[in-house]
């Protein structure tokens, strides 16, 4: 079935620097990708979405990238804060059932 | 606070029990939605309402029982879990059912089923 892969599971990085995450997707048909963030005890939260008619998308310090070639998209985060410690979300919108299909998450640690 | 209200936050049942997860949100949404969410497992869409009536419903085992009174409310009745139903049940809304709308999510409900 469709299925969207996230990686890393797990990303520690120094506060201040730049993380990645990236997920890539099964269906060349898909055309909305959401990301979420979920904190500790929260429900996850949309933080920057892109559509596959751009291919990038900048808001602030997170920026989300678009490879449709190679059907994959990313998540940046530069100049990282403790806040941006969370588990990310990306999701992909599946042209054969209309759902979006989600990533297993990526517990972002932002180490002090 | 996202405006979706989730009760309980966390809850103990055994596997003859009967017990429901109620969810109710503030923003005038259309459409509200049950997820399952495992450790390091991707969301598991359950259930899908729109304007009060059931649209999707993926393939979930009938001991999970959705009702949707009115769009500001849904609920979740549960009887004869087993322990794999153990997770974080969350529930969300959007304004429209279409994939493409912002999705508030609640806390979630912690259930454990022993």
Known sequence: GENVEQHPSTLSVQEGDSAVIKCTYSDSASNYFPWYKQELGKGPQLIIDIRSNVGEKKDQRIAVTLNKTAKHFSLHITETQPEDSAVYFCAALMDSNYQLIWGAGTKLIIKP | ?114
Do not use: I
């Open chain 2, 1 to 114: 606070e996202t405006g979706v209200t989730q009760t309980p936050r966390h809850l103990v049942m055994g596997m003859t029990n009967k017990k429901s997860l109620k969810c109710e949100q503030h923003l005038g949404h259309n459409a509200m939605y049950w997820y399952k969410q495992s450790a390091k497992k991707p969301l598991e869409l359950m259930f899908v309402y729109n304007f009060k009536e059931q649209t999707e419903n993926n393939s979930v085992p009938s001991r999970f029982s959705p009702e949707c009174p009115n769009s500001s409310h849904l609920f979740l009745h549960l009887h004869t879990l087993q322990p794999e139903d153990s997770a974080l049940y969350l529930c969300a809304s959007s304004q429209d059912k279409h994939p493409t709308y912002e999705q508030y999510f609640g806390p979630g409900t912690r259930l454990t089923v022993t």
